[in-house]
């Protein structure tokens, strides 16, 4: 099973500004690589899949890149909604496996 | 729009069972592999089941294969988990969801729902 780790835990980031959240597999997963973002109470919802490609709504402040391990999610201009727990999933190989969150707050 | 709506879920005693039920809408509900994950409050997402198009092929993760099973009625655009033998660590918010082109990620999820097992 691939393991995902995302770091950190917590970002504390003014609105206006940029976040930047990292996320890393145990082992090559190509671009087999999403990104999810889930308020309390609510399900996750897909931001990014393909490691770069933007989800059907997600406005273009949001942005991801990298390949093979090592992986960003960038939020360029932090706007009020945008706060909430960010996932990351690999889907290279089964089961997949998801990481353990990273938490983005506001300051 | 498409939409997954999920029911059943609650409380159930140890060794009981429950089965919850997504009832899609919006969407050719037997063109697409369907998946349940579950979520313990506070953490992370651990995938559950899957199942093709047509309910002929079906994985399990391995916590719960054997207890477990998914199925679904296309002609009702229904997914099903039947749930037996419970265990304390079954306890999580369950979700349904969409695989979008047999990729393994999930553009459209059921609202989730929560099932306790407690004495």
């Known amino acids: 099973e691939i393991g995902m780790t995302q770091s950190p835990a917590t970002l504390t980031v003014s609105p206006g500004e940029r976040a930047t959240l990292s996320c890393g597999a145990s082992q090559r997963v190509s671009s087999n690589l999403a990104w999810y973002q889930q308020k309390p109470g609510q399900a996750p919802r897909l931001v990014i899949y393909?490691?770069?490609t933007r989800a059907t709504g997600i406005p273009a402040r949001f942005s991801g890149s990298g390949s093979g391990t090592e992986f960003t999610l960038t939020i360029s201009s932090l706007q009020s909604e945008d706060f909430a727990v960010y996932y990351c999933q690999q889907y290279y190989d089964w089961p997949v496996t998801f990481g353990q969150g990273t938490r983005l707050e506001i300051k | 729009e498409m939409q997954l709506v999920q029911s059943g879920g609650g409380l159930v005693q140890p060794g009981g069972s429950l089965r919850l039920s997504c009832a899609g809408s919006g969407l050719t509900f037997s063109n697409y592999w369907m998946q349940w994950l579950r979520q313990v409050p506070g953490k992370g997402l651990v995938w559950v089941s899957r199942?093709?198009?047509?309910?002929?092929?079906?994985f399990y993760a391995d916590s719960v294969k054997g207890r477990f099973t998914v199925s679904r009625d296309n002609a009702k655009d229904t997914l099903y988990l039947q749930m037996n033998s419970l265990r304390a660590e079954d306890t999580a918010v369950y979700y349904c969801?969409?695989?979008?082109?047999?990729?393994?990620?999930?553009?459209?999820w059921g609202q989730g729902t929560l099932v306790t097992v407690s004495s």
């Open positions: 393909g490691a770069s």
């Open positions: 969801a969409r695989e979008a082109y047999s990729s393994g990620w999930y553009g459209d």
């Open positions: 199942i093709n198009g047509d309910g002929t092929k079906r």
